[in-house]
């Protein structure tokens, strides 16, 4: 009786390892299916599914211009642009300058620097955000020395190495332009180790801003020397 049973059980067993197996290569073998009509000449773009997890190609479920027009309607966005907008009126910048911002984000700082008459304004940050920022590493800066009349790194604090990201925008901004770096909120000890930094910069001004709903403190360098 013992026996039966276990001959039973055991056939049991290998008829459900025999099954299971078949299903897996069943599935392996089949091709996924997407809900897509491939005879449809003219697909719908926002409803493309990726054809597999390797599937790069960017998929814009809006287009660039109506995503932006949203961004760019928000509060907070309005905000953030006023903000920077009331700090660049600070620096008397002149509408002809070229000016450089660095760790740009998605580039409310870019548009107020326009918006204040400046048409020359470079953003850039690791991931671009066109058509306001391109994407570039804040530690090594795709621009020739000295082609900037001002430079403006929003976010000094973040970097992964702040010595080569303030040497970075002391490089790209000609002699007598300014260097302007923000950080969080601090007092006269710290905004001393930041002046370590630059090289060939004199210190100029440091105050505390409400920079895009943050307490921010700003430094204002002038750079000295061409090398
Ligand atoms: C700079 O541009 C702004 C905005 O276009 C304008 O209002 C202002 O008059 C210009 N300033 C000079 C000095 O041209
Ligand atoms: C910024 O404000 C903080 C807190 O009020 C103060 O301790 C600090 O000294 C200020 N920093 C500057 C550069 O004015």
Avoid at 74 to 101: D, E, G, P
Wanted: aromatic share 12%.
């Amino acid at each position: 009786m013992e026996n039966h049973v276990q001959i039973l059980l055991n056939k049991l067993s290998y008829a459900s390892i025999t099954v299971a197996t078949l299903t897996f290569f069943f599935l392996y073998l089949q091709t996924p299916e997407t809900c897509l009509d491939h005879s449809d000449s003219k697909p719908n773009p926002y409803i493309r599914f990726p054809t597999s997890t390797c599937d790069f190609n960017p998929r814009y479920y809006a287009s660039l211009d109506k995503r932006n027009r949203r961004i760019w309607s928000t509060k907070s966005w309005t905000t953030a642009v006023s903000s920077y907008a009331a700090f660049f009126k600070t620096l008397h910048i002149s509408n002809h300058s070229r000016a450089l911002i660095v760790s740009a984000g998605p580039g409310n700082a870019v548009v107020a620097m326009n918006e204040l008459g400046v048409a020359d304004v470079t953003g850039v940050e690791l991931v671009d955000s066109p058509p306001l920022v391109s994407r570039a590493d804040p530690h090594n800066l795709p621009f020739f020395d000295g082609i900037f009349d001002l430079a403006f790194g929003v976010y000094l604090d973040r970097a992964l190495f702040p010595g080569r990201y303030v040497g970075e925008i002391e490089r790209t901004v000609m002699r007598g332009g300014y260097c302007v770096v923000a950080v969080e909120e601090c007092g006269p000890r710290e905004v001393e180790k930041i002046l370590i930094l630059f090289k060939k910069s004199r210190f100029v001004r440091a105050n505390n801003v409400t920079l895009a709903g943050e307490f921010r403190t700003v430094i204002v360098m002038k750079v000295e020397s061409s090398t």
